[in-house]
């Protein structure tokens, strides 16, 4: 039997997007694959289409170690708007609720602030894309049912309020996965007494992807698609750049065969525990991720092949 060819071309690395309003996540996600035509492409967790900013793009092989950006720590920025409640957390919703905002200070909020800085319970929205008995939250939530979800931990690495004028509060947010920035606004409005929503959201950074101004923008893309499209590669980052913040190992070519069979290898002066980032010193190559194992030998978990 006939294998179908991939349509597209293989394109291996990591494109910081900047998304744009007004989009999903995976809209974003396809308008990217098709201007490099790329046969293989996913994204590594999902911004609001209200959202905008750091969306990472991984490619081919790239694709592989999506699952760790996932769960990565990402930093936000924000606008709330206090004393009005919509039934998405943002703008985007319906009002459910109006009232007066209470005369707030600086200190009154970060107090408020305090209390939601650190470890946390917190409990996710209708509007999202968890699943209730294989039901999408957010399909329950477009026929006016809700059901009861449970408490999640989450932590709040850091809280800052930027601004506060005219009800409307900005925030710097740097947080843990799986964190609601809406869910997180909408309980800071409630202990201040009035309810708040989130009227604009921009994502910063994404674990080691702490450069913004590496991001590249959709109409960017498009214009260098029309103009240069072959340039277009050159804005791929490698795919080893969103695990630098792992330690490295350097194997040599013996090291390097035996882990690329899938053997654990025992390497000296390796850490003693964790996730690293596997190269083949003697050709300065990327060849994969690995974990350091109980007897202390690295054992490849993930294997590239660019």
Not at 107 to 133: C, D, N, W
Not at 274 to 295: A, H, P
Request: proline share 5%; with cysteine.
């Amino acid at each position: 039997m006939a294998h179908r060819r991939k349509r597209g071309r293989p394109v291996n690395g990591v494109l910081l997007l900047d998304k744009p309003p007004g989009l999903s996540s995976n809209q974003a996600l396809q308008r990217v694959k098709k201007i490099f035509f790329a046969q293989k492409a996913g994204h590594t967790g999902s911004l609001d289409p209200l959202a905008t900013g750091m969306l990472p793009i991984c490619f081919g092989e790239a694709t592989k170690i999506s699952n760790f950006l996932l769960t990565a720590d990402k930093r936000y920025q924000l606008v709330g708007r206090l004393g009005v409640t919509t039934n998405t957390g943002d703008a985007e919703g319906e009002v459910t609720s109006e009232s007066g905002v209470p005369g707030l200070d600086e200190r009154m909020i970060m107090e408020v602030l305090q209390g939601f800085t650190g470890t946390i319970e917190q409990i996710p929205p209708m509007f999202s894309a968890l699943k209730h008995q294989g039901e999408r939250l957010y399909n329950l939530a477009r026929q006016g049912i809700e059901v009861v979800r449970e408490p999640r931990t989450i932590h709040i690495h850091e809280l800052v309020l930027i601004a506060y004028k005219d009800g409307l509060l900005e925030l710097d947010v740097k947080c843990s996965k799986g964190t609601y920035i809406r869910t997180l606004v909408e309980d800071i409005g409630q202990k201040l007494g009035c309810g708040a929503h989130v009227v604009e959201l921009r994502r910063l950074t994404v674990g080691p992807f702490q450069d913004s101004g590496k991001m590249v923008k959709l109409d960017q893309l498009e214009a260098m698609l029309a103009e240069n499209k072959h340039q277009l590669d050159d804005l791929l980052l490698p795919i080893d750049s969103a695990l630098m913040d792992w330690p490295d190992v350097q194997l040599n070519a013996d090291m390097a065969y035996y882990l690329l069979q899938g053997q654990p290898v025992q390497v000296p002066r390796a850490p003693t525990r964790g996730w690293v980032r596997l190269y083949n010193s003697e050709k300065q190559q990327f060849i994969g991720v690995g974990q350091i194992s109980d007897d202390g030998k690295v054992a490849p978990k993930r294997l590239f092949h660019t």
